[in-house]
């Protein structure tokens, strides 16, 4: 199937490799990453709260997010 930008995609995406910078511990990371993308329903977003979940990276509920077009 082709996603809204045409880039075909198959399957279910995964995360493979986190590469954290500026000293920003793995866990940290993806806690932070699966905060943003909780309420999300793109495949990449549910990849990435299913690698912190997988994790056990505590990741929090946040408010007021708002969709930027």
Known sequence: AFDKTGTLTIG?????????????D??????????????SEHPLAEAIVRRANEASALIVIVNGLRLLK
Not at 26 to 39: D, I, S
């Open 26 to 39: 793995t866990e940290k990371l993806l806690a932070l990453a699966g905060a943003v993308e909780f309420r």
């Open 12 to 24: 279910r995406p995964t995360v493979t490799d986190i590469l954290p910078l500026n000293n920003l």
